[in-house]
């Protein structure tokens, strides 16, 4: 049986200390799943090839990657990107939750990983809460 999402898993614990960018994302990779859904999760770190924040006409679609030294933000929560590019809130500031991640993408936050992201992304905090 496939999995069926109702709810968006939104990592953020605290919007008011936070900074979010709203961005475009993508991962022309993603094959979709059982349901025809391409789900792009929350925690995903995100990269492009020119700096996103500093534009803010969508040219600039940031897609996964796994390598914290070149993270520009994190995806805070789940969006289906089916029909390509969608817009979303990229988080570059503030603490997340590691367990409100869908297990796969937990995974990825290793220690090295959290120490790598600090360099590159120096005011984003990982917790892990239950």
């Not at 994302?25 to 094959?31: A, C, G, K, L, T």
């Not at 796994?66 to 590019?85: C, E, F, H, K, W």
Request: glycine share 6%; charged share 25%; hydrophobic share 40%.
């Amino acid at each position: 049986m496939a999995k069926k999402f109702v709810t968006s898993h939104d990592i953020l614990l605290d919007d008011e200390n936070a900074t979010l960018i709203p961005g475009m994302i993508n991962d022309p990779s993603m094959v979709a799943d059982a349901d025809g859904n391409k789900y792009m999760r929350g925690g995903t770190l995100l990269t492009a090839d020119k700096e996103f924040d500093l534009n803010n006409d969508g040219s600039v679609v940031l897609v996964p990657t796994t390598d914290a030294t070149v993270a520009q933000g994190i995806l805070r929560q789940d969006y289906n990107i089916l029909d390509g590019p969608v817009p979303a809130s990229i988080i570059i500031s503030g603490t997340i939750n590691r367990h409100q991640m869908d297990e796969d993408t937990q995974k990825v936050y290793t220690s090295e990983l959290k120490k790598a992201l600090k360099a590159v992304l120096p005011k984003i905090s990982v917790v892990d809460r239950y």
